[in-house]
T-cell receptor, first 116, second 112 residues
Framework: GAVVSQHPSWVICKSGTSVKIECRSL??????MFWYRQFPKQSLMLMAT?????????EQGVEKDKFLINHASLTLSTLTVTSAHPEDSSFYIC????????????FGQGTRLTVV | QKEVEQDPGPLSVPEGAIVSLNCTYS??????FMWYRQYSRKGPELLMY????GNKEDGRFTAQVDKSSKYISLFIRDSQPSDSATYLC????????????FGAGTRLAVHP
């Protein structure tokens, strides 16, 4: 199979602090990973494309300085929410595929971020 | 207009019922369609995918695409309580199969 693991599963942080979320492909290499955000009772919205060894590509309306993405290896991408505020509270999910352009994206279990 | 529209429900059916879940899309260039199932507080898992028009069957699940009306459907036969989840339709952005546009998701509850 293809397993994508996120850590942590949930996190509570104080307003103004930064939070790092990890996304790992456990049994395959992924040159590209994707980060999505899902607000309660809403769909997943693509935030950015994480490319191994290069800068991430952000979707329109997503602040790149607030959501820092690093894809330092073929099995790990990290999303750092900087200076988090309550409106950043959401469910963050990553996905990865075994090969570029492959026909299936495997999703992590998600990270629930609550900013208080 | 959203690129993929999906009624969020919720939809409640008795065990054994046939369930019909639907999405519409706006861009006629979309050709590849997926259905994902998402349990509460979990990431989505791929159920089925279809390419272009037609039907695809996998056990109790049938995916259908009608490109003329830009309508995609997922049918669940003999629904089970374990099918209770949110079902999301999705299609890729141009330029890659794994960069996805999702519908809002339909919450399904199958009661015994």
């Amino acid at each position: 199979g293809a397993v994508v693991s996120q850590h942590p599963s949930w996190v509570i942080c104080k307003s103004g602090t930064s939070v790092k979320i990890e996304c790992r492909s456990l049994d395959f290499q992924a040159t590209t990973m994707f980060w999505y955000r899902q607000f309660p009772k809403q769909s997943l919205m693509l935030m950015a494309t994480s490319n191994e060894g290069s800068k991430a590509t952000y979707e329109q309306g997503v602040e790149k300085d607030k959501f820092l993405i690093n894809h330092a290896s073929l099995t790990l991408s990290t999303l750092t929410v900087t200076s988090a505020h309550p409106e950043d509270s959401s469910f963050y999910i990553c996905s990865a595929s075994k090969v570029p352009g492959g026909t299936e994206a495997f999703f992590g279990q998600g990270t629930r971020l609550t900013v208080v | 207009q959203k690129e993929v529209e999906q009624d969020p429900g919720p939809l409640s059916v008795p065990e054994g019922a046939i369930v019909s879940l639907n999405c519409t899309y706006s861009n006629s260039a979309f050709q590849y369609f997926m259905w994902y199932r998402q349990y509460s507080r979990k990431g989505p898992e791929l159920l089925m995918y279809t390419y272009s028009s037609g039907n695809k069957e996998d056990g109790r699940f049938t995916a259908q695409v009608d490109k003329s009306s830009k309508y995609i459907s997922l049918f669940i036969r003999d629904s089970q309580p374990s099918d209770s989840a949110t079902y999301l339709c999705a299609t890729p952005f141009s330029g890659g199969y794994n960069k996805l546009i999702f519908g809002a998701g339909t919450r399904l509850a199958v009661h015994p």
